[in-house]
């Protein structure tokens, strides 16, 4: 899949509510109380789960949320996706 494609597929999921808006502050050490909300780790899942931007299995990357949310992505798509957010932030 290109990025055009997935770039597209991201912002319906963004626009859907499925995927976040934005990226939240990362952590150093998950679960310290004094750590930002954010944690970024790589899935000991892979190939297995499915990426949450393209749909494709393989996700390398989990990013789990303050909510308790774990939104699994290729690199590729991660960096797509971070980058949307960037725009939505800037735009919208």
């Given amino acids: 899949m290109d990025k055009q494609e997935v770039t597209r597929m991201i912002r319906q999921r963004m626009d859907a509510g499925i995927l ?3 990226i ?3 952590t150093t050490e998950p679960g310290w109380p004094t750590s930002p909300t ?3 780790t790589a899935d000991t899942a892979i190939g297995v789960v499915r ?3 393209c749909d494709a299995p ?3 990357v989990a990013y789990r949320f303050p909510d308790g949310r774990i939104v699994r992505f290729h ?3 991660h960096g797509l996706w971070e980058d949307e957010c960037r725009r939505v932030g800037v735009n919208g």
Avoid: N
């Fill in 20 to 22: 976040p808006r934005i």
């Fill in 24 to 26: 939240a502050p990362l």
């Fill in 38 to 40: 954010g944690h970024i």
């Fill in 51 to 53: 990426c949450a931007a």
């Fill in 58 to 60: 393989g996700a390398q």
């Fill in 75 to 77: 690199g590729r798509c």
